[in-house]
C-alpha cells in the first residue's frame, strides 16, 4: 500500500459511497458523511492526483449503500438502488451520468 497525496477539491471524509474507473479518472459519487446523506460527484485525475467536483443539476437523489459500475457507454457510470436517510427505506431507481 501506498498513501496518494492528491491535490484539489476532493470529497468530504464519508462512507457508504461508490467510486468506479471510467477513462483515467475514479469517480465517487453520494454516500454519507455522519451527519448527512449525499449525492455530489468527484473526480480523481489518476496522472496528476487532482480532485474536482463535478456539477450537476438533475439526477438521484442523495443516497448511501447503492450499486455503481461503468457503463453502459465507455464514458458513462450508472447508479443504481441504495437508501436515504431523509425517508429511510430501499431505492428502486438506476440512473447514468456521461462523464
Known sequence: WQQLHTVGDGPCAR?????VVVNDFV???GGC???AVLKDIHA??????EWRKITHQL???ARTSFGMCIGPGDDDFTVACGC???NPGALADIWSFNV
Request: glycine share 18%; aromatic share 14%.
Open 15 to 19: 462512507s457508504g459511497q461508490g467510486a
Open 27 to 29: 469517480y465517487v459519487f
Open 33 to 35: 458523511d455522519g451527519e
Open 44 to 49: 480523481f485525475d489518476i496522472h496528476t492526483s
Open 59 to 61: 439526477g438521484p437523489s
Open 84 to 86: 436515504t436517510l431523509i
